[in-house]
């Protein structure tokens, strides 16, 4: 494998489109995280008691402002759809990138014919989302839409686009897949012993207020932790990921051993078409998961 070749180059706007799909994420996130720290904060604010009603007034306003900063991330979360603006950008970028594949594992003696095909699935990829135009170009979207490498790798021998497909896009893809599920699967077992472990606080808690009557009572906000831990662990659903990204990275790896001794275009389109689909119903499945949240 050339040198220039070892390493994939996208168009701009893929990579732009994986971008704002991160910053989307990032924000989206970020956002749900603040909203469940200030609920948690309110509910142990709201479990302080004090003798002096100047005092009292004040622990009031505090919860007024932490309510009203609450209701400010959920107008935010609301008018600023990040986490619509992830799905489709995350879904712009995955299926460009089976475009570019596409392409380049096409047969290289219909070169033109491939270009177009190629920029066909683009035109079309841009009618059903047209919404993302004005929004990929904030992070640059200027750029050929058939790169150089594009260009060389579709040109390479047989075997040797062959070699680069197993390696760049089936052992990569399922590498990630792999690597995804490990962490999903991890964060799972951390996380159930995380809320686990704040209903357990909870109880105690609770009995010990039954039993001595504190003035500061911190049973609602230990609550609102354990509750804030569950919404987390539902809004990135560890285990279905966990789960679904295992079974990418088998699917993707079976296939790249069913498809061996690879000896003509029609077989490479073949293990393409079954590559190409896998990863399509693994993102189908993850854009379905997250639209249900």
Known sequence: MNPDLSAPSYPPIRNSADKASAVAQRTFLILNRAQLTLLTLTAFAAGLTFSSPAHQRRAAWCICVLMLLTLVLSSALRVGKFDDRWFRCRAYAENLKGAVWRFIMSHHDGTRASEMAYLNEIKQLNERLPDLQGYLAKYGVSGALVTDWMRSAHS??????????????????????????????????????????????????????????????????????????????????????????????????????????????????????????????????????????
């Open 156 to 293: 390479l021998s047989f075997d040797q686009k062959i070699a680069m497909y197993r390696e760049l896009r089936i052992k990569d893809q399922a590498k990630w897949y792999s690597d995804r599920s490990r962490d999903n699967s991890r964060m799972e077992q951390i996380w159930f012993w995380l809320i686990f472990g704040s209903e357990f606080v909870t109880l105690v808690i609770a009995a010990i207020e039954a039993w001595k009557l504190p003035k500061f009572n911190p049973v609602s906000g230990v609550a609102t932790v354990g509750a804030s831990f569950i919404a987390w662990f539902q809004l990135k659903r560890f285990s279905d990921l966990g789960t679904s990204y295992a079974i990418a990275a088998t699917d993707l790896q079976r296939i790249g051993e069913t498809h061996v001794g690879i000896t003509s275009q029609h077989e490479i389109d073949v293990m393409v078409q079954e590559v190409e689909t896998a990863v399509s119903r693994e993102h189908s499945m993850w854009l379905a998961r997250r639209l249900v949240i």
